[in-house]
């Protein structure tokens, strides 16, 4: 069970540092960014939906373990002001 999670997790973090890189870019070098707005807005709420789910997924697991949950509110906030700024 839990190796199948590290697998999962895995796999999450890498289809979330793909989206991540060209938001950050846009973010701090949006004169740069060759993203239109509608595939600006896709990625964002595309990588927002999968930290959620990863948090989410994470906070199932812990409660397996008898651990306390992460917020998942404060994290996403995290993520946004890292990486979306909006």
Same mark, same amino acid.
């Given at each position: ?8 997790? +895995? ?7 793909r989206l991540q890189s060209p938001l950050y870019s846009h973010k701090h070098h =949006?004169? +740069? ?10 990625? +964002? ?23 306390? =949950? ?17």
């Amino acid at each position: 069970m839990g190796y199948d999670f590290a697998l999962d997790d +895995k796999w999450r973090l890498g289809e979330l540092d793909r989206l991540q890189s060209p938001l950050y870019s846009h973010k701090h070098h =949006p004169m +740069k960014s060759s993203l239109s707005e509608t595939k600006l807005q896709e990625l +964002k709420e595309k990588a927002l939906s999968m930290v959620k789910e990863r948090y989410e997924l994470t906070n199932s697991r812990r409660k397996e373990m008898d651990l306390d =949950p992460l917020d998942v509110d404060e994290l996403l906030q995290n993520f946004q002001n890292a990486y979306i700024g909006d």
